[in-house]
């Protein structure tokens, strides 16, 4: 949730580490943006400079850099730095609760991701040995610790403190510290998800692996249970209770610089709507083979039995991408005849879920790091049921316990409202029920064509109609801009669309909305419709629900609901009775949420930015709920 860098060095670079450090940590800030800082070990003690982010502005990493400037530190000659941007959990959004902390005699400092659940319990053994905390943070305990262990060993080891505290502590982690009396830094973890990436004048740390391509391409993870010794010169990897020696995994990371970059646009989340039709294409590509008449997915090949002769279903996921499971939920059982259950992963794992060996369990992430799925991932594990991965990440934590699945192959995202994520995920669930649905025989031969050309075909589609959604969606935008609620609704696979076009408002524009099934609006939300609210209904023609969301508008507009469109190119019946509308083509009622989500984005977008806010860094949020 919260980010992590730290760089340490033997020889002079031409960045010094602390800009290094600060340049890191503004790309990082879409995991949390609370506030800001950095430790420096200097010659003889700690330097710690932090700031707060003040009125949700998100600028914790550049208010910091202006106050490091206009101290002339920035160019301060220093060997070791960790830097930290912070998603508050233990403590409110101030000064005193910004990482890092340092411990009470300023021996230590450190960086923290995770949550200590036995903070209080340590926090009341170290009042009794003369330690006081200064913020209400689980942090500072765990620092205090490592300082307290290293006065009872008598100053010996910095190693030994830092392994025996961080054996007392229960909960999930990742940590970095220096000290003031050692060239060293020590990183440790019981969650995973932190990197070391190695280079030719050192070492840094990242708990994203896009911080450290800008100085290396080799990289190695930070296991659970493992801690690392990095000295400038080498790095010593061993696991934490055991204290065994474990050789590192280095792996060459894949990403480029300009996958992280806005490339012109002036937005991440703008450039990724936009990426959609590459990264459509990216996720289908020597998949989705129509010239072929075939569907490859190595991922799920050993077991594509399994899963044609499953009992039953569940996909699980968080926000977005619990939306994407619920267009998967009817993908399969219209194609393959196998029942579904789409569960909230934070709520699969506090109930007792019915599931055995015939049973096929599919997580959705787009980090692959989100902690609520990785709990209800390894309940399904142990109850034996076949699991499945869909992440974006490669080598993520999802992907590595579930050991089968699909990526999505659609690129870094770094806004932290989901877009492209979303309908690379739709785009191979669609994939997985064609192929299933052809195994099982439940589909027939000429559908099956039919649909897998269409699916090669959608990126064109979207990519054709984008800067026509975004003309008329900005045009929404400006209208809506004064409305302080709003109403979204959708039939069968568009039910899940008005689900996410409602959430996209409500992260970046804080316009609160809520996506109903059409038919629902009867049995509460329409008491909520007058002249100032706006309705959007998603209405393509096609199906068999088409007169009767028809039906539904006519509703709306006797309570003088302000009507917005979504339908498909031709339809003059539907002109005379909204205020505005926003074609799309005519496509299979299973594609639909893939191109009709796109010009909710772009609304989201628009009210955001027309807002003054900024649409990458909504407040509150996080890119990855690893807590």
Not at 144 to 154: H, Q, V
Not at 202 to 207: H, R, T, W
Not at 497 to 513: F, M, N, P, Q, R
Request: a negative charge; charged letters at 25%.
């Amino acid at each position: 949730m919260c980010s992590i860098f730290g760089i340490i060095i033997k020889q002079k670079t031409e960045t010094t580490p602390i800009e290094s450090t600060l340049t890191a940590l503004k790309m990082l800030e879409y995991r949390g943006y609370d506030s800001a800082g950095i430790a420096s070990k200097g010659d003889k003690a700690l330097q710690i400079w932090k700031t707060q982010n003040k009125d949700n502005k998100a600028e914790g990493v550049d208010m910091l850099r202006k106050q490091m400037t206009e101290m002339g530190v920035i160019s301060f000659p220093t060997q070791i730095v960790i830097g930290h941007t912070r998603w508050a959990t233990h403590g409110e959004i101030s000064q005193k609760n910004a990482h890092p902390h340092s411990s009470q005699d300023g021996n230590f400092a450190i960086v923290h991701n995770g949550i200590i659940e036995n903070y209080i319990e340590l926090k009341e053994f170290l009042r009794s040995k003369g330690y006081y905390s200064v913020s209400d943070t689980d942090t500072e305990v765990l620092v205090n610790l490592i300082e307290y262990r290293w006065n009872e060993t008598g100053r010996i080891s910095f190693e030994v403190a830092v392994r025996q505290a961080v054996s007392e502590i229960e909960g999930a982690f990742a940590i970095a510290v220096i000290t003031s009396s050692e060239d060293k830094m020590i990183v440790a973890s019981r969650s995973g998800g932190l990197f070391v990436g190695i280079t030719a004048y050192g070492f840094v740390i990242a708990s994203d692996q896009s911080a450290l391509v800008a100085h290396t391409k080799d990289c190695f993870e930070v296991e659970s249970d493992c801690l690392v010794v990095l000295t400038p010169e080498k790095y010593e990897k061993r696991t934490i209770v055991s204290n065994q020696e474990v050789v590192p995994d280095i792996k060459k990371i894949e990403l480029e610089i300009s996958q992280i970059q806005k490339n012109g646009y002036e937005y991440f989340m703008q450039k990724e709507i936009f990426e959609q039709p590459k990264t459509l294409t990216d996720a289908l590509r020597g998949r989705v083979r129509p010239f072929e008449g075939i569907i490859k997915l190595r991922g799920i090949e050993e077991h594509l039995r399994r899963i044609v002769q499953a009992k039953k279903i569940t996909i699980i996921g968080c926000g977005t991408s619990w939306h994407a499971g619920l267009v998967g939920e009817y993908l399969f059982e219209q194609f393959t005849r196998i029942p579904v259950e789409v569960e909230y992963a934070s709520e699969f794992v506090h109930r007792n879920p019915i599931l055995g060996e015939k049973d096929i369990v599919i997580a959705i992430s787009q980090s692959g790091e989100t902690a609520d799925t990785l709990e209800a991932l390894a309940l399904a594990k142990k109850s034996r049921a076949t699991v499945i991965g869909l992440c974006n990440v490669v080598s993520s934590k999802i992907a590595r316990m579930a050991g089968v699945g699909v990526y999505l192959h659609v690129g870094p995202e770094i806004s932290v409202a989901s877009t492209k994520a979303f309908t690379g995920q739709v785009a191979v669930l669609t994939a997985i029920a064609l192929l299933v649905g052809r195994q099982k025989g439940t589909i027939t031969e000429s559908d099956y064509m039919r649909h897998i050309t269409e699916l090669a075909e959608l990126p064109s589609v979207v990519e054709k109609y984008l800067p026509y959604f975004d003309i008329v969606a900005k045009e929404i935008a400006y209208e809506q801009l004064h409305s302080d609620h709003a109403l979204y609704l959708g039939r069968g696979y568009n039910f899940p669309v008005a689900l996410e076009g409602a959430l996209k408002l409500k992260e970046i524009s804080y316009i609160h909305a809520e996506g109903y099934p059409a038919a629902e609006m009867k049995h509460g939300p329409i008491a909520l419709i007058d002249e100032k609210m706006p309705v959007i209904v998603i209405a393509p023609q096609g199906d068999e629900t088409y007169k009767k969301i028809i039906g539904n508008i006519q509703e709306i507009r006797a309570r003088s609901g302000r009507v917005i469109a979504i339908a498909t190119e031709g339809d003059t019946e539907i002109v005379s009775l909204v205020e505005k509308v926003i074609y799309i083509p005519r496509a299979s009622e299973h594609l639909i949420p893939i191109i009709a989500v796109v010009p909710l984005q772009l609304i989201a977008y628009h009210n955001a930015v027309m807002k003054g806010l900024n649409p990458d860094k909504p407040r509150h949020l996080a890119k990855s709920v690893t807590v």
